[in-house]
């Protein structure tokens, strides 16, 4: 089945310059990058993003890691991978949420680890499945931001400011 998640390279990825290991990883896939950006996580974007996670304990510490606080790099590269089996395929080259469980051979296996305060260093994010990726895509992107149509959408008309170059 054809389909799309979206994959989040973390502050500590970018700072520890695992762009290039991370993205060589991901082509293992034969997958197809529909849309990449960079981004400064705003709090909102992070709480939305982690909402599903807001009654626990490590929910603050979540906030401020993919906001950057912990590293000094206050930006995400942000991907949506589109393809067969997108989803599974990712999530097993990602290996598991806890660095310490994770196969040596995936990327969190590979350069993820644990703080001393406890916090999940896992440098990537991938959807989990269907709904999370919609839910994520369209918090992330917007649709003229992705070169594949993935989601229905409708054109609407708004009067919005918008900063253009001068």
């Known amino acids: ?7 989040i390279i973390k502050p500590d990825g970018l700072k520890k310059s695992l762009t290039g290991n991370i993205l060589t990883r991901l082509s293992e896939t034969k997958l197809e990058i529909i849309g990449a950006k960079i981004v400064r996580v705003s709090r909102e974007l992070a709480e939305k993003h982690y909402a ?4 626990k304990p490590f929910f603050e510490d979540l906030i401020k890691y ?18 067969e089996e997108a989803i599974r395929k990712v999530r097993e080259i ?3 949420t806890n660095p310490e469980e994770a196969d040596p051979t995936t990327i969190r296996g590979a350069y993820g680890r644990i703080t001393t305060k406890g916090v999940y260093e896992n440098v ?28 229905p959408t409708k054109v609407v008309e708004e009067k919005v400011k918008k900063k253009v170059w001068a």
């Open 66 to 83: 993919i906001q950057g606080e912990f590293h000094g790099r206050r930006k995400v590269m942000a991907l949506v991978y589109w393809g």
């Open 124 to 151: 990537i994010h991938a959807s989990r499945d269907n709904q999370e990726a919609e839910r994520e895509i369209k918090l992330w992107f917007s649709p003229e931001e992705l070169i594949v149509e993935v989601y």
């Open 1 to 7: 089945m054809v389909e799309q998640t979206l994959v």
């Open 94 to 96: 990602c290996g598991a």
């Open 52 to 55: 599903h996670m807001r009654d």
